[in-house]
């Protein structure tokens, strides 16, 4: 949009129009966001709740090897599927975007993606289990007797994130990708690229914002999640978000779970940070402004091409 | 002579039931510049690519100094493609994009930026060094592709409609940088273009393509004197072309006197060729606009190889160097004529609208085409 | 090759008769065993149907698929585990005529996330026409409050709301559930709408505005009917947002306040049921009609626009 020159009449209209949503915000995400940082210098109430003094005691109590070995896990577990995700989702993001049938594909991946997610952790639980379909079929085909225990452990925790997540990161990828000037891929073969060394040297580099973003898309969300290693993970797959609920509800700490939200909040916001400056910058590639052409003519009289030396 | 003749065998290539090539067959010889000429979709660019390697014919052959280069995937051809849009990496900076190849081959690093700075120096880029493409003028894109493309030292240069993305005035200059560049490394380019002054004005020889066929194939002389179909005919510069049927074909010297019967210009008109023609057949008649003459005053009739009629201007156009006119017959049939401005003293725009003028060529001057496109 | 150019004769002195043989292009002479036929799988062609790229395409979306049609499937099994033995339709009749709780649970969740979408939508949307049209001082501030909802993990939100609704001693239930979801469905109106604002031209304003339409009138006639399509995409994904929710609605909720998430929930947690199998259908169902209509209802607006 243009910037026209604003008037005072003008900027109250603006701000009548974005208070309502402005001050629905403060109240109900920035306020309770502040009462979490106040929180976490608080002291632990004797019924729940915090009391004064101001302390560090919160984060003092983050040092437990606990909840060390359980951040530790978390950021492991988070990585790998972090990784194992994108790794999946770049060739099917690459396929989609030189698909005829781009739609059609969205819509595959968009449907798993809108179904309820606890239908689709449940969907997980009911092949997943002692008596669950891949359990009952292998018994039934005679390869096993005893049932395996694919479930409630750190494997089945892994594979359901990826299961979870894998459309966010299908979704920004494929966006990007489509973007992509695939003659490039051809230009690089032409000077004698392999495919691989095309993919690699090419088409990656290129597609960094969108790689950046559905690691952000993926990586936030599996960092902060509850539901999953909840109910198909065991007592040695929790994760973060889980130590932050039982500290809620169960243990009434309410200053260390406020500490803890704070540092994937801090962890979140610096990656989206990543993420916008890494995109910006890609805009700002394209948006610069090129030289006029004139100012390259050479003159018909010395040519650039010609006026130059020896040539191999 | 460097770089290899290049042989296009009998390919065909259709893409569901469009034919984008109809057995197709050119040779196109060492160090020679090339050009594929021709309107979009006419396969040109299907060619090029089938050269290049990104793409592959259903039927046919192509062969690169006379091996068979059809499996081979495009890097491993001896072949390197300037592409129409510069196809730049937009992540490499100039100097990077040019020494894209080298850093595959993993050449030793300062053989590596010699090289690289060689060719940069050679198509003037010296001062853009470290900017990125998107920093770039159109011209100078041109250059970094073009450099790119050489630096692998190919023996065949393929050039994909280079100069479109750019004005005409810069589209003259690197054409003639292009040309220039040619005879110095001396490898064969082939150059596809739409442009048929472009073509016209650089290659040694133009293959005339239209719905996946070659029509012709001669040097830029032959091709616009003496058009074999048509269509080559009309995409070829300017003409007047009719339907005109034989009448008589008489021979007169070494060579054939015929008059043609031509319904639009409402009479018999008489036209020179080396061929016997058919009482009867039917033909094409052409006649350049350049090569009528225009005149306010009768001109005498110096034999009967003058073909003479009369009109009025319906549009004179003035551009400098020359003008052209419009002129329609009595019967309702416009003529084009262009008329060259050599002198100012004889050349004064003299002939007006709504003039009433003479029109004349020589038998000599216009041109029967046998081959009618259908 | 070979083309004839036949030096011209000479006559009239130097007058040069510029004619040649047409040089009709004569292409080399075939072999005579025929055009030459390359054994397809022979060339060399980059991108194959089924390389790489495409196959794990197909694989992923396999993956995704393949546990919704276990659970589809088992939905019609007579008996109870995952054992097949037989086709009933047992679970469905279960969940359509002997579960109160999950209608009622249903209910909840369809009166929130209608309630929710809509405040989300005209809060949303009335602010992404303020912050694009107009200048002020506390759009940056506005901005990033409607971004950072959307990045932060659910449990994030929902605790910190929780922690806010119990220091300020609002008692759980419908209404905090409510005002859970607006908060979490008014970034994305926002950032939709703003979306569609950015491919609209507001230079329309100014001729509305040129021609005797007040402001108020110029925001009713002419940018909210132009931006309609983004409006009720946004509405539509709010309604499906706020009917998938469970984490945050799991922080805020009290009694009395169960929605269909929350009673899936406690379905998986105690006691699994095999008419959630049913379930699962009818609720994948329920998506696919409601993004179905969602396009036909856009390509409608699109169509008469």
Redesign the interface.
């Known amino acids: 949009m243009n910037v026209k020159q604003t008037t005072v009449r003008e900027r109250r209209l603006g701000i009548t129009y974005s208070s309502p949503m402005g001050i629905w915000l403060t109240v109900f995400f920035m306020v309770p966001l502040l009462i979490i940082i106040a929180y976490s210098f608080l002291t632990k109430g004797l019924y729940g709740g915090v009391e004064f003094p101001i302390t560090f005691d919160a984060y003092l109590q983050m040092a437990n090897p606990n909840f060390m070995r359980v951040l530790l896990r978390t950021v492991w577990v988070t990585t790998l599927a972090t990784a194992l995700t994108i790794a999946l989702a770049l060739p099917c993001g690459y396929a989609m975007a030189r698909s005829k049938h781009q739609t059609l594909w969205l819509g595959m991946v968009i449907v798993p993606f809108w179904t309820n997610s606890l239908i689709r952790i449940y969907a997980w639980i009911a092949i997943l289990s002692s008596e669950g379909f891949l359990n009952e079929m292998l018994k039934t085909l005679g390869f096993i007797k005893e049932s395996l225990p694919l479930i409630y452990n750190q494997g089945a925790v892994t594979a359901v994130l990826i299961y979870m997540y894998i459309p966010f990161a299908i979704l920004p990828l494929f966006t990007t990708i489509d973007k992509f000037d695939f003659g490039l891929l051809e230009a690089a073969r032409d000077l004698g690229a392999t495919k691989p060394q095309a993919i690699f040297k090419v088409l990656m580099p290129n597609i960094r914002s969108g790689i950046i973003t559905s690691v952000i898309f993926t990586f936030i969300p599996i960092f902060g999640a509850y539901t999953v290693p909840l109910l198909v993970g065991g007592k040695d797959s929790y994760m973060i978000g889980n130590i932050i609920v039982d500290q809620v509800t169960k243990t009434r700490n309410w200053p260390l779970a406020s500490a803890f939200s704070l540092i994937i909040t801090l962890i979140s916001t610096l990656g989206v940070l990543w993420m916008m400056t890494s995109t910006a910058r890609e805009r700002a590639r394209i948006k610069q402004q090129p030289l006029k052409d004139r100012e390259d003519t050479l003159g018909p009289s010395h040519n650039g091409l010609t006026s130059a030396g020896r040539v191999s | 002579m460097k770089g290899f003749d290049v042989?296009v065998?009998?390919v065909s290539r259709a893409y569901g039931s469009f034919k984008a090539l109809d057995?197709?067959?050119?040779?196109i010889h060492k160090g020679e510049f090339f050009s594929l000429l021709g309107p979009s979709g006419c396969g040109k660019t299907t060619l090029l690519r089938i050269i290049?390697?990104?793409?592959?014919?259903?039927?046919?052959?192509v062969l690169l100094d006379g091996k068979?280069i059809?499996?081979?995937?495009?890097?491993r051809r001896q072949?390197?493609?300037v592409?129409q849009?510069y196809?730049?990496?937009?992540?490499?900076s100039v100097y990077e994009n040019v020494a894209?190849?080298l850093r595959?081959?993993k050449i030793q690093p300062t053989k590596l930026d010699t090289k690289v700075r060689?060719?940069l120096?050679?198509?003037?880029?010296d001062a853009h060094i470290d900017k990125?493409p998107?920093?770039?003028?159109?011209?100078?894109k041109q250059?970094v592709a073009?450099a790119?493309?050489?630096i692998?030292?190919p023996n065949v240069l393929l050039l994909d409609e280079p100069l479109s993305a750019?004005?005409a005035?810069?589209r003259?200059?690197?054409l003639?940088?292009?040309d220039?560049?040619h005879d110095?490394?001396g490898i064969t380019f082939i150059y596809v273009t739409h442009d048929q002054s472009e073509a016209l004005s650089v290659s040694d020889r133009i293959?005339v393509m239209n719905q996946g066929k070659?029509?012709?194939?001669?040097?830029p002389?032959?091709i616009y004197?003496?058009?074999?179909?048509d269509f080559v005919a009309r995409f070829i510069g300017e003409t007047n072309l009719f339907p005109a049927t034989v009448l008589s074909c008489n021979p007169y010297?070494?060579?054939y006197i015929v008059s043609l019967d031509i319904p639009e210009l409402g009479t018999s008109i008489m036209v020179?060729?080396?061929?016997p023609l058919q009482v009867g057949q039917k033909v094409s008649f052409t006649i350049r606009p350049e090569k009528i003459k225009i005149t306010t005053d009768e001109p005498r009739r110096v034999g009967k190889d003058i073909n003479l009629f009369s009109g009025i201007v319906e549009e004179p156009i003035y551009s400098g160097f020359q003008s052209k006119y419009y002129v329609s017959l009595s019967n309702g049939t416009v003529l084009k004529i262009i008329q060259q401005h050599n002198n100012y003293m004889d050349d004064g725009p003299d002939i007006a609208w709504k003039d009433n003028v003479f029109v004349s060529w020589s038998a000599?001057d216009g041109?029967i085409?046998?081959?009618v496109d259908s | 090759m070979t083309t004839d150019v036949e030096k011209p004769p000479q006559r009239n002195g130097n007058h040069i008769k510029h004619k040649l043989i047409p040089s009709k292009l004569v292409s080399p002479p075939s072999g005579p065993q025929g055009p030459y036929r390359l054994p397809k799988n022979q060339h060399f062609r980059d991108h194959r149907r089924f390389g790489f790229s495409n196959i794990m395409l197909v694989l992923v979306i396999l993956f995704l698929f393949a546990p919704l049609f276990v659970v589809i499937t088992y939905s019609f099994n007579a008996a109870k585990g995952m054992r097949w033995t037989g086709l009933s339709l047992e679970w469905y009749k279960k969940l359509f005529f002997d579960s109160n709780e999950l209608w009622r649970a249903f209910g909840n969740s369809i009166m929130i996330a209608f309630s929710s979408a809509l405040v989300a939508t005209m809060l949303g949307s009335l602010a992404a026409i303020g912050i694009k049209w107009y200048r002020f001082k506390a759009r940056a501030y506005i901005q990033i409050a409607s971004f950072l909802p959307m990045v932060l993990p659910e449990v994030i939100i929902g605790i910190s709301m929780l922690i806010f609704f119990s220091a300020i001693k609002v008692q759980l239930g419908m209404f905090t559930i409510f005002a859970a979801h607006t908060t979490f469905n008014i970034p994305f109106v926002f950032l939709l709408v703003s979306a569609r604002l950015d491919e609209f031209d507001f230079s329309i304003i100014e001729a509305a505005r040129d021609l005797g339409a007040t402001e108020r009138q110029a925001l009713f006639k002419v940018v909210i009917p132009s931006i309609m399509p983004g409006i009720v995409t946004s509405m539509l994904m709010s309604v499906t947002m706020s009917l998938e929710d469970f984490v945050i609605t799991f922080f805020v909720s009290g009694p009395g306040s169960t929605t269909l998430p929350l009673y899936v929930y406690s379905m998986i947690r105690y006691g699994v049921s095999p008419v959630i199998n049913s379930l699962s259908l009818v609720l994948i169902l329920g998506i696919m009609i409601l993004a179905l209509t969602l396009r036909r209802f856009l390509k409608t607006i699109a169509a008469s626009s």
């Open positions: 042989t065998k009998d057995d197709v067959s050119i040779e290049a390697g990104f793409d592959s014919p259903d039927v046919g052959t068979d059809l499996p081979l995937p495009p890097d072949v390197n493609t592409f849009n196809a730049l990496f937009p992540h490499l894209f190849p595959l081959k060689e060719y120096h050679l198509v003037q880029l990125k998107s920093m770039l003028s159109g011209g100078q250059r073009i790119r493309a050489l692998n030292e750019l004005d005035k810069l003259q200059n690197l003639v940088e292009l220039h560049l110095q490394i293959a070659v029509l012709q194939v001669g040097t002389y032959e004197e003496s058009p074999a179909t010297k070494e060579e020179t060729d080396y061929d000599e041109y085409v046998e081959v």
